[in-house]
């Protein structure tokens, strides 16, 4: 019979929280993840994977199957929006500097996967859950509580991974200034494949960017950004114009894409982070992760990657059979993604840059140090994407099923 002791409740039915209850579920606890939405149904498009993430996914058995679905990134680059090039990426070189591939995929096929490797009524969705109690880990007979829709759970451990507007960090932290804007909004859209090949690329405007990328299914995805104030919606509600005001005139297949979006499946966000770190990941016997704990902007592509490092530190600092060493947690994470969210930050201050004679020297500098070869542009993801998990993965030649 498994004690209280022993489970975990997880707050939040996301790439973070999935991961989590994967991660803690193979670690023999029993785990119950309350979803606030009806259904599992991620935000966003699509979402790339860094060799990080995909080691984090090997500890929990899925990182091989999803490197076989996955689109691995080629050969592409950093363009004007006139389509000049500014530099140009070499996937080998990164794959060899970082021990791996960054692929791209559907974050539907991501979260379908990880709830596929739940026991059946683990998640249970259409559940909104309200922190009551953060519990106490020196005492075994105070759990942490939450409600959900009038009924309460008790756990040893209670996941917080109720993404940005976490009601659970303001539970835990009500004195913490929370998330603040960003100062751009995004948007992504998914096209058919588009019938001809293109290069895969991001590309620099005035205060504006772009990318697309191609998945294994030949589906496009693309994002883009834009400096613009906090809550504004294209009139009417027709983000896709929108999108061709700001970006139709810019270089090929960009213009084919908008062409192919469907209007009412364009989504637009604002971008919100945390840029004063929370004083802990944890309290009492409650841990947060991803963007529940350190929100970032996506100009790194790490917010979902570090939710699935979380998850799997997390697992490994939460053996069953006795309280969880959440300090141990907090003193694994919090400095590394405190980093991380600041990086996120300049960076996108330095590819949303609107001062012309700034852009005109950032390009110089971008197809200077280009010119040196690609090492040095892959210097920027030093220290983030050679991460390594601290459990080794289950099974080490990645191939064998799970029993």
Avoid: C
Avoid at 17 to 42: C, F, I
Wanted: proline share 8%.
């Amino acid at each position: 019979m498994t004690s209280a002791e022993d489970t975990a409740l997880v707050v939040g039915g996301g790439i973070g929280g999935l991961t989590a209850a994967l991660a803690l579920h193979l670690s023999g606890r029993r785990v119950t993840v309350l979803e606030r939405a009806e259904e599992l149904k991620p935000v966003g498009a699509g979402i790339a994977l860094a060799p990080n993430a995909l080691r984090a996914l090997d500890v929990v058995g899925l990182g091989d199957e999803i490197r076989d679905l996955a689109a691995w990134t080629g050969a592409g680059g950093l363009m004007t929006p006139g389509g000049r090039w500014l530099s140009r990426s070499d996937a080998r070189r990164a794959e060899e500097r970082f021990g791996g591939p960054l692929v791209l995929l559907h974050r539907a096929t991501l979260i379908d996967k990880l709830a596929s490797r739940l026991p059946h009524g683990t998640v249970r969705t259409g559940r909104a859950a309200r922190l009551t109690d953060p519990g106490d880990p020196a005492d075994p007979g105070r759990p942490a509580r939450v409600t959900a829709d009038g009924e309460e759970f008790a756990a040893g451990l209670v996941v917080g991974a109720d993404g940005v507007r976490s009601a659970v960090r303001g539970a835990l932290f009500p004195g913490h200034p929370g998330v603040t804007y960003a100062g751009f909004t995004t948007w992504r859209v998914l096209v058919p494949a588009l019938g001809r090949p293109f290069v895969q690329h991001e590309s620099w405007g005035p205060g504006r960017l772009w990318g697309t990328h191609p998945f294994a299914d030949g589906t496009v995805y693309a994002y883009a950004a834009a400096m613009t104030p906090a809550g504004g919606r294209a009139p009417g509600g027709d983000e896709k114009a929108e999108l061709l005001r700001r970006f139709g005139d810019w270089h090929d297949p960009i213009p084919a894409i908008l062409d192919a979006a469907e209007p009412d499946r364009v989504l637009r966000h604002d971008v919100h982070h945390i840029t004063e770190p929370l004083p802990a990941l944890h309290r009492g016997r409650v841990a947060l992760l991803g963007d529940a704990a350190h929100a970032m902007a996506p100009t790194l592509g790490q917010g979902g990657n570090q939710a699935i490092e979380d998850a799997v530190v997390l697992a490994h600092h939460a053996a069953p059979g006795r309280a969880p060493d959440l300090a141990g947690y907090t003193a694994a994470r919090l400095a590394r993604t405190s980093g991380i969210v600041r990086r996120s930050a300049a960076i996108s201050r330095f590819n949303m840059m609107r001062n012309r004679p700034g852009i005109a020297v950032r390009n110089a500098a971008i197809r200077a140090v280009g010119a040196l070869g690609p090492a040095l542009l892959l210097r920027g993801m030093d220290g983030i994407a050679d991460w390594r998990p601290p459990q080794a993965a289950p099974y080490p030649d990645g191939r064998r099923e799970r029993v």
